[in-house]
């Protein structure tokens, strides 16, 4: 059984920073691409970021380029995002979740093509 949670959410002023974590068990972390998906009130789940295996290849929407930060510590099998400059339409539930390849060096956009999802945590950015 695969784990992931996330955690780190909560309520910032616009140009303020948080950091999300997601701890994950039951798979063997460091083989499997990792992405973080959000969902905002009434819209679709969308695609944030995501970080390969090895860390050698990263994809952001271009809404959050330049302000959010995707990394990965596979000793500590725990996956971050680093969000900055952070902005009122960023409020949303954020997850994480895991590709359903392992060893590739492709970063997935749909989230059909991530099998593991994490309960979400909340971000909300107030103006």
């Known amino acids: 059984q695969v784990h992931l949670v996330e955690s780190g959410g909560g309520l910032v002023q616009a140009g303020g920073s948080l950091r999300l974590s997601c701890e994950a068990s039951?798979?063997?972390?460091?083989?499997?691409?990792m992405g973080w998906f959000r969902q905002a009130p009434g819209k679709e789940r969308e695609f944030v970021a995501g970080?390969?295996?090895?860390?050698?290849?990263?994809k952001y929407v271009d809404s959050v380029k330049g302000r959010f930060t995707i990394s990965r510590d596979n000793a500590k099998n725990t996956l971050y995002l680093q969000m900055n400059s952070l902005k009122p339409e960023d409020t949303a539930v954020y997850y994480c979740?895991?590709?359903?390849?392992?060893?590739?060096?492709?970063?997935?956009?749909?989230?059909?093509?991530?099998?593991?999802w994490g309960q979400g945590t909340q971000v909300t950015v107030s103006s």
């Open positions: 979740a895991t590709d359903h390849n392992y060893y590739s060096a492709y970063v997935p956009l749909f989230s059909a093509e991530y099998d593991y």
């Open positions: 970080i390969t295996w090895t860390s050698g290849n990263t």
């Open positions: 039951g798979r063997t972390f460091s083989r499997y691409t």
